[in-house]
């Protein structure tokens, strides 16, 4: 017997409801960076929910606001001229599976005034108390489906476990599924999956299916050891994967996963140095964005941290890119697709596997992107315009909290780590309200927030180590680095750094030889950026190679200071400076003028900081008030006057 929470009560309570106040607000976007948001709505569970039989549900409607209807199919007449629209789409998003990705699209939808319905058999799954309305009853359960999709303008889903056979009839019944029925049929079978990109050309890493231990040796002899063990179905969060190192494992390997009548294959170890994925949004109209691509590392075989964007070369981000649009241009559908690959050690892009719904290695667009994967799911189903994918951070770390142990205990531990967590610039916790702790599950995620990847990181670890002080990760990182050949330079290079104190710059000064400490000097300029260095500042005198030695090691941009020297009165450091060969370029202002070095950094700084461009603006007014109070003084008294005040 099925059972269904019924739907939110009717913001309509209350108020008299006719044909003619019948209200539908549709608003679309495809501006980038604009996020949407809606200023009119109610308190979805404000109300106590009125029981209700499987058979029905209850929607806002002109007739009886708190009345049930009964339930409707989508091209239902009364369906489109009933229903009142307070957010951008009347589409009512129907997502089999309440779990967290279920959760997090309810939140999201809860940003436009979407409604979303899901199905789940638990009763209190994580997504039933932020959901319009939770269905309780299987996602693999043929009549449920069919009882569930009518409520549904769009299917969709948050597991791509269900029931393939029920979507495809639905879909011949006029039902809208995204992702269509075809693609959760490949996606489902891991195997037929690989079958299938391997024939679009997407490159992979070897594999076979394997029926009987005799066809397993033959593939370890083919593609030697270690070798990967894969149940073709329901194989996620660490499930259906063995790695045998030798032939003598493969018969245990194969147990554990519960004997070839479950259905496996091998695949031929990938020597990867990264595991990287991207979340690929695809549109009703087939319009296709990529996010920026992401290192996942696992423990064992479970996401555990990923890091936004990825550490790799920028030619590596766009073979990736490229091989997870091509996997995703071949399948059907509309909405969210998370694509998993390996870098190999020659630089190859191999695809993992592919998953038909937002995914963990995409929890970190809530914070760090433009438009989050969850509303950006949520768009693509119901055939709104695609959000801008672009990150608006510039590094971003997502750390799953797993379960450490059962029961309360295991409550506890996580309970610690969110209260350290709390105290972490830029950190977000996210928790999904699961009723029951087990080791190794996912219970909730932490995203870091800031701006490099080396300052998340650290916050990271002290987030981590209980011993350690989070004092540490509340000071800034210096944004500037002064630098100098010897200290003699020093009397010249402090006006950089009075400037950039007078607006509030973290710097550091350093002295950095190009002749005397060569070692120092390449560390320093390799570790500039990941440390948070943004402009360095480099003064130098006679032959002046520092700035441009510098500038040949960083992308970050180099401004040289010519120090007036004994010899040749600093015009030698100036010609030096800006005399470097193309593409190593170098900025440069007056010999010894190492103020306007430091109002140069801070401009460069403001392009990116609106406070900091308003401080400099009012620097330049404070400038000019300063001149126009000594031409009126000399106008007024005269030079002599002025000259002996």
């Known amino acids: 017997m099925l059972s269904s929470s019924a739907a939110a009560a009717s913001p309509l309570e209350g108020r008299s409801c006719t044909k003619d106040s019948v209200l539908v607000r549709s608003l679309c976007t ?24 499987l058979s029905t549900v209850v929607i806002p409607c002109r007739k009886n606001p708190v009345s049930p209807l009964p339930a409707l199919a989508p091209n239902d007449s009364v ?35 979407i409604k979303v319905i899901v199905l789940d058999p638990q009763k209190n799954c994580p997504a039933s108390s932020l959901a319009y309305d939770h269905m309780v ?73 394997i029926d009987n231990l005799d066809e397993a040796k033959r593939a370890g002899n083919l593609f030697g050891y270690p070798l990967m063990v894969k149940s ?21 390997a194969v147990t554990a996963l519960g004997g070839y009548a479950q259905g496996l294959y091998v695949e031929k170890w990938a020597p990867f140095v990264k595991e990287l994925a991207v979340i690929v949004a695809r549109g009703r109209d087939d319009s296709i964005l990529c996010y920026p691509v992401v290192e996942t590392i696992h423990k064992e075989n479970i996401c555990h941290i990923v890091k936004a964007p990825a550490n790799v070369p920028w030619k590596i981000s766009k073979l990736a890119t ?52 969850y509303e950006q799911h949520l ?37 610690k780590q969110i209260g350290r967590a709390l105290k972490i610039p830029g950190s977000t916790i996210h928790w999904y309200d699961k009723p029951d702790i087990r080791k190794q599950r996912k219970m909730g995620h932490i995203t870091i927030v800031g701006p490099t990847m080396s300052i998340v990181e650290t916050r990271l670890n002290a987030l981590l180590n209980e011993e350690e002080s989070l004092d540490c990760v509340a000071s800034g990182a210096p944004q500037v680095g002064i630098i100098m050949g010897s200290d003699s330079d020093l009397p010249v290079m402090k006006d950089a750094a009075k400037i950039l104190n007078m607006f509030g710059v973290p710097n550091e000064v350093r002295i950095v030889s190009a002749h005397r400490t060569p070692e120092l000097l390449f560390s320093y300029a390799m570790t500039a950026r990941e440390r948070g260095v943004q402009v360095i500042i480099a003064g130098a005198g006679g032959a002046a190679h520092l ?35 193309r593409g190593v370029p170098v900025a440069t202002v007056a010999i010894n003028n190492a103020t306007n070095a430091g109002l140069l950094a801070v401009r460069m700084l403001g392009i990116g900081n609106p406070d900091l461009q308003a401080r400099v603006a009012q620097y330049q007014e404070d400038t000019k008030n300063d001149v126009l109070v000594k031409a009126e003084k000399l106008e007024k008294v005269g030079w002599q006057a002025y000259l002996n005040a």
């Open 30 to 53: 495809g501006t980038p960076g604009v996020r949407l948001g809606v200023g009119i709505g109610f308190p979805m569970h404000s109300q106590p929910k009125p029981s209700t039989s």
């Open 547 to 581: 700035p441009g030695m510098v500038a040949s090691l960083t992308p970050v941009p180099v401004i040289g200071v010519p120090v007036r020297a004994s010899a040749l009165d600093g015009l030698d450091s100036l010609l030096s400076i800006v005399q470097m060969p």
């Open 232 to 252: 073709k179905r329901l194989a996620y969060d660490g499930r259906g994967n063995a790695v045998v190192k030798s032939e003598k494992e493969i018969s245990s």
């Open 379 to 415: 768009r693509a189903v119901v055939g709104l315009p695609l959000g801008d994918p672009s990150m608006k951070t510039p590094a971003a770390i997502m750390y799953n909290i797993l379960g450490e142990d059962e029961g309360e205990a295991g409550f506890d531990l996580a309970h």
């Open 79 to 113: 369906w489109k001229e009933d229903l009142l629209v307070h957010g951008l789409t009347e589409t009512v998003v129907g997502v089999l599976g309440g779990g967290q990705l279920g959760r997090m699209l309810c939140q999201a939808a809860s940003q436009m005034a």
């Open 137 to 209: 009853g299987s996602f693999n359960d043929s009549a449920t489906v069919q009882e569930f999709a009518r409520r549904c303008g769009v299917l969709t889903v948050e597991i791509e476990h269900v029931d393939v056979a029920t979507l495809e009839m639905l879909e011949k019944e006029g039902i809208v599924c995204h992702p269509n029925a075809s693609t959760i049929q490949v996606i489902q079978d891991k195997y037929i999956q690989k079958v299938y990109f391997s024939k679009h050309g997407i490159p992979l890493p070897d594999f076979m299916q």
């Open 322 to 373: 490229d091989v997870a649009y091509k996997a995703v241009s071949s399948l059907e559908g509309a909405g969210v697709y998370a694509v998993e690959l390996f870098l190999t050690r020659d630089g190859q892009i191999l695809l993992n596997e592919v998953a038909p719904r937002p995914h963990n290695s995409g929890h970190h667009t809530i914070e760090s992107c433009l438009t989050s994967q």
